[in-house]
């Protein structure tokens, strides 16, 4: 019996599959249960009569023909998205989905105060915020961009700054600093308690100092070390130790009483935040009207 031709949703269904390797993790991308996924997938296989994905339970990895078929549809469903996503310039009112994989930081105090903006300016717009400090590949992943600090933008992708570089200081609660007393210099943090704060690499941060020309990394001794921002600064506010940590995730804390600055005079400034997206695909309408909105708001400066 000839082989029937697959039609669009198959396909979308096989490449989504394919990127993530996973019924999962491929279904909550296409709206559909991990189920209705395989049993789609297993009746496109039937009439092609080919098997494309090797199943177990604990996986998903593609056959031969299912690799060769990946690799000669990757390109022409890229460009069929792309003249899609083109139609939104003729729509009244841009509509799309945008899938983003954002460090927290830049969640709470980035994304945070531009989305009802968003929201209020263009209803059929939809954004899918993953929030992650892990590194990983955006693209591979399945997002249409990712945002980091700039230091840490992947060299090959296309990166626009959405912020004015950030400070970055220590703060401890009242409690703690009138039971331990204030660091006078950088030195001092030897002689305290400190709160690690491990990093999406998953190497623990050395604590940075500017001073005029002087610069200094400090390996600060740390009893707790953790990779979530907003639970370590819970855990300051609860008089366990100082925490060094962006100006913007501290301020509300510190205008409210709840935490001290220390050592001003030695804050020091990293990379802004910065988006970042493949250059070998369109931009989604979405996404350059997010980008635009922020720079517009600018939350955290530009």
């Not at 400190?194 to 020309?213: A, D, K, M, P, S």
């Not at 100006?247 to 600055?261: D, F, K, M, Q, T």
Request: with cysteine; aromatic share 8%.
């Amino acid at each position: 019996m000839p082989v029937s031709r697959p039609d669009y949703a198959d396909l979308n269904y096989f490449l989504t599959v394919a990127r993530y390797r996973s019924f999962s993790r491929a279904g909550v991308e296409l709206s559909v249960s991990s189920s209705t996924l395989s049993h789609a997938m297993k009746s496109f296989e039937e009439r092609l009569g080919v098997r494309l994905l090797n199943r177990t339970t604990r996986s998903v990895t593609l056959t031969a023909a299912g690799q060769q078929l990946l690799n000669a549809i990757t390109g022409p469903m890229g460009a069929l998205d792309e003249a899609i996503e083109g139609l939104n310039r003729f729509r009244e009112s841009p509509a799309g989905l945008v899938r983003l994989n954002v460090l927290q930081d830049a969640a709470l105090n980035l994304l945070s105060p531009v989305m009802p903006v968003l929201a209020e300016r263009y209803p059929d717009v939809e954004i899918d915020i993953s929030v992650n400090n892990r590194m990983i590949d955006v693209i591979g992943e399945g997002f249409d961009a990712g945002i980091r600090y700039g230091g840490t933008v992947p060299e090959d992708m296309v990166s626009q700054a959405l912020s004015a570089p950030i400070a970055w200081v220590v703060v401890g609660s009242p409690d703690y600093l009138e039971r331990h007393g204030e660091p006078r210099h950088p030195r001092d943090l030897q002689q305290h308690r400190c709160i690690g704060i491990r990093l999406g690499n998953g190497r623990v941060y050395q604590w940075e100092f500017e001073r005029g020309e002087e610069t200094l990394k400090v390996p600060v001794p740390s009893a707790i070390t953790i990779d979530d921002g907003p639970i370590a600064l819970s855990l300051v506010q609860q008089g366990l130790g100082l925490v060094y940590a962006s100006e913007p995730s501290v301020a509300a804390h510190v205008a409210a009483g709840r935490l001290r600055y220390v050592l001003q005079d030695w804050r020091s400034f990293g990379p802004p935040f910065h988006i970042y997206y493949s250059s070998r695909r369109q931009l989604p309408a979405g996404l350059r009207i997010l980008i635009d909105l922020i720079r517009e708001v600018k939350p955290l400066g530009l």
